[in-house]
Structures are given as structure tokens and as C-alpha cells.
């Protein structure tokens, strides 16, 4: 039987090389929605898939959010700036924890 593989180990085969070549035009697809209540099932949802090393060239890294708007004939997509770690979120207290607090005695902070 005759394999189109060459007889050498797979540590010496030649690397694949990785192609960063951004798309010039993709087409918007459709999908539907599988198990919908029956009203929706037939009409198509667009679909527009993206992907590739070319995208990280843009400043699209595994995990970045995207900020969408709707533009004039098309879609923008913006990476949002990652929040500082540093500062973290206080939530304020509400008034049932306000009240708790002073029934104890304690003054809450602002």
C-alpha cells in the first residue's frame, strides 16, 4: 500500500508555516435558531465569522473585548481597554446595610 506521507519521523518533517494574511471580504452567513418555540425557526439569523493570527496583528488577542457600533453601511469594531487591576470596584452600601449598621452603633461610611 502506497502512503503519500514520506518514510521520515515526524520530529523531521518540514514546519508548516503560519500565514497571517488578513481576509479582503467575508460573507455574512445564516444561521437559524435550533429548538426555538416555532415561530422563529425559519428565518435565517446573519452570521459573520472572523478569525486568524491576522487578527492579533490588529490588536485582537484571545479574550480582548470588543466595543460594536453600527456605522453606516457596515459594523465597527473597537478592543475596549482592559480595566487597572490596581483599583478595585467598591460597590456602595445600600440603605438596608446603612440602617443595619447604625441600629448597631457604628457610623457608615460614606
Not at 446573519?46 to 457596515?74: F, H, N, Q, S, T
Amino acid at each position: 500500500m502506497h502512503s503519500s506521507r514520506p518514510e521520515t519521523p515526524s520530529s523531521e518533517l518540514p514546519k508548516r508555516k503560519l500565514h497571517v494574511t488578513q481576509p479582503a471580504r467575508v460573507r455574512v452567513e445564516a444561521l437559524y435558531h435550533p429548538g426555538g418555540n416555532g415561530e422563529y425557526d425559519d428565518i435565517p439569523i446573519p452570521c459573520v465569522k472572523l478569525r486568524g493570527l491576522w487578527m492579533r496583528r490588529a490588536g485582537l488577542d484571545v479574550g480582548a473585548r470588543l466595543k460594536l457600533e453600527l456605522i453606516p453601511g457596515g459594523i465597527q469594531l473597537t478592543v475596549e481597554p482592559e480595566p487597572d487591576p490596581a483599583i478595585p470596584k467598591v460597590r456602595q452600601m445600600g440603605r438596608l446595610q446603612k440602617a443595619r449598621l447604625e441600629r448597631q452603633g457604628q457610623q457608615p461610611n460614606p
